[in-house]
């Protein structure tokens, strides 16, 4: 569907300058964008693209009006107007409504009737399915479970019993919503005994959960993850874990049990979240860094060490393993010092 330059002006907040009747149907990157197409630049490093688009708009900062003498959205962050531009320009598909003859149903489960279930789903006994909701291929809600409105279960992803989704989730493929917790104890003797895993996970509403993430049911209370939370791919959370409003996670990131993640946290990729601690609201952590402890936040933590020559990081590491002694060495040093300085040597 085709919009003009200014219903996309007014849908992105944007200033429009140039031909509001030009229809613009869709958006491309700005080196490939061609007259029906809206590109953005929101980074100098792309700046030199501009002169040679051929886009029918560009998504430009307002410091930038300059750089560009064609049809422009001018506002103050262009990737937030233009995912709000590419949003309306490419909708998610429409919802089909039905039960594919290949679909396995309780008679006990309430479906609605606005609902898509696709082929070899499985809806278990005692599970609601909201309005609109879209079960993908193979996918598993169990027994019990709440899916709200106009959320999306993607092909083989699995809902285990008694777990809740909001309203306008994406639960990507193959996420896994309520598996048993990591709860064993260990006997005298060295062995492992399991621990039964009683809670639930609880999500809220605008949830995205990333294809293969595996998020763990509480061992007594629930793993809760707040409204608008979105958990990239292949990220672990484990028991009993709370994740407060509009976190996001990068892909990778594994949160052990019964950690507390504030709101407005942005977790990099790799990161790992000790259990047990606190993080505060809008705490930034950045790319493969653990959090041992508490931080209360607001801020940002680094712990991780970027790749090195190999024969340099060699010879870093083998001095890394003396530091204990050059402390002590230092010290005395610096002790010794200390009495020259105030004469004690005289």
């Not at 707040?226 to 996670?249: C, F, P, R, S």
């Amino acid at each position: 569907m085709a919009y003009t330059l200014r219903e996309l002006a007014d849908a992105a907040s944007a200033t429009l300058r140039g031909q509001g009747e030009v229809e613009i149907d869709a958006v491309a990157p700005l080196n490939r964008a061609g007259p029906r197409q809206v590109a953005y630049c929101a980074s100098s490093r792309y700046r030199a693209l501009i002169a040679t688009s051929r886009a029918g708009a560009l998504v430009l900062h307002r410091d930038d009006s300059d750089v560009f003498p064609g049809n422009a959205l001018l506002c103050d962050d262009p990737r937030i107007a233009f995912a709000r531009i590419a949003r309306l320009l490419h909708p998610p598909g429409p919802i089909q409504p039905g039960r594919h003859p290949s679909a396995v149903i309780h008679e006990s489960a309430n479906v609605a009737d606005s609902a898509s279930i696709g082929p070899q789903a499985v809806i278990e006994a005692g599970a609601h399915i909201g309005d609109h909701v879209a079960v993908g291929s193979g996918a598993v809600v169990g027994e019990r479970c709440t899916v709200g409105a106009f959320t999306r279960i993607e092909a083989r992803a699995v809902i285990m019993h008694d777990c809740v989704i909001g309203e306008r989730c994406v639960i990507s493929p193959g996420a896994v919503i309520g598996g048993e917790g990591f709860g064993y104890v260990r006997e005298a003797d060295g062995r492992w005994t399991k621990v039964p895993q009683l809670g639930r996970v609880v999500i809220g509403n605008e949830v995205d959960v990333g294809a293969n993430t595996t998020i763990d049911r509480g061992a007594l209370g629930d793993t809760v993850i707040a409204d608008g939370v979105k958990l990239d791919n292949l990220i672990q959370i484990a028991h009993n874990v709370k994740v407060g409003e509009d976190t996001a996670m990068a892909g990778c990131v594994g949160v052990a049990g019964s950690a507390v993640i504030g709101k407005r946290c942005m977790i990099a990729g790799g990161s790992g979240i000790m259990g047990h601690i606190t993080v505060g609201d809008d705490v930034e952590v950045t790319a493969m860094s653990f959090l041992k402890g508490s931080v209360a936040g607001p801020g940002r933590y680094s712990s991780s060490l970027p790749a090195a020559d190999a024969d340099v990081w060699a010879r870093n590491l083998g001095r890394f393993r003396h530091l204990d002694e050059l402390a002590r060495r230092l010290r005395r040093v610096e002790q010794t010092i200390k009495q020259i300085l105030s004469g004690g040597n005289h």
